[in-house]
T-cell receptor
Framework: KAGVTQTPRYLIKTRGQQVTLSCSPI?????VSWYQQTPGQGLQFLFE???????NKGNFPGRFSGRQFSNSRSEMNVSTLELGDSALYLCASRTGTGASNSPLHFGNGTRLTVT | KQEVTQIPAALSVPEGENLVLNCSFT??????LQWFRQDPGKGLTSLLLIQSSQREQTSGRLNASLDKSSGRSTLYIAASQPGDSATYLCAVSYSGNTPLVFGKGTRLSVIA
């Protein structure tokens, strides 16, 4: 069974640009979550999508947005990039139905560098 | 505020030693707790998930315990190996469909 796939693995952008990251969950998983990981702040929750609807949202500015497609694949977009957006962006999936006693499965992340 | 703390931030042990990693959480009304492993530059690998009604879970050389009343969990690694070197993160879920709250991890180095 294929794991969570994130593309691209690395991105270098300049300030002011925008970027789109992609995530394909494990087959059958309907919940996709996004996290930002930095050395100083650790893992911070961005948002979660379930059946194409945003189910939870973290405390990030509106420049960060996401969506989920009918095949459960998800994208996140960051507009007007800032230096502080440099981070490892991790996507995670789980079955998502009912309670959250299904473990979260993570992809290998997209390393975004903003110069 | 719901917070998860992991102490120490880094730990170095000789190969073969048994070790314990600690995780504490401020709000004891958890739904479940999950331990992850992260290798440098990679994503997180789920190791163990303990439901709030459970006291411990075991997988191979790993044993995780949960004490809700004291707001603590421990991850016990038996007979450590250099391949166990990684960052170990603990994360707590407070209800069925809310996001996990992560600790900042303990970076473990097992020296051959």
């Amino acid at each position: 069974k294929a794991g969570v796939t994130q593309t691209p693995r690395y991105l270098i952008k300049t300030r002011g640009q925008q970027v789109t990251l992609s995530c394909s969950p494990i087959s059958g998983h309907r919940s996709v979550s996004w996290y930002q990981q930095t050395p100083g702040q650790g893992l911070q929750f961005l948002f979660e999508y379930f059946s194409e609807t945003q189910r939870n949202k973290g405390n990030f500015p509106g420049r960060f947005s996401g969506r989920q497609f009918s095949n459960s694949r998800s994208e996140m977009n960051v507009s007007t990039l800032e230096l502080g957006d440099s981070a490892l962006y991790l996507c995670a999936s789980r079955t998502g139905t009912g309670a959250s006693n299904s473990p979260l499965h993570f992809g290998n992340g997209t390393r975004l560098t903003v110069t | 505020k719901q917070e998860v703390t992991q102490i120490p931030a880094a730990l170095s042990v000789p190969e073969g030693e048994n070790l314990v990693l600690n995780c504490s959480f401020t709000d004891s009304a958890i739904y479940n707790l999950q331990w992850f492993r992260q290798d440098p530059g990679k994503g997180l690998t789920s190791l163990l998930l303990i439901q709030s009604s459970q006291r411990e879970q075991t997988s191979g050389r790993l044993n995780a315990s949960l004490d809700k009343s004291s707001g603590r969990s421990t991850l016990y690694i038996a007979a450590s190996q250099p391949g166990d070197s990684a960052t170990y993160l603990c994360a707590v879920s407070y209800s069925g469909n809310t996001p996990l709250v992560f600790g900042k991890g303990t970076r473990l180095s097992v020296i051959a």
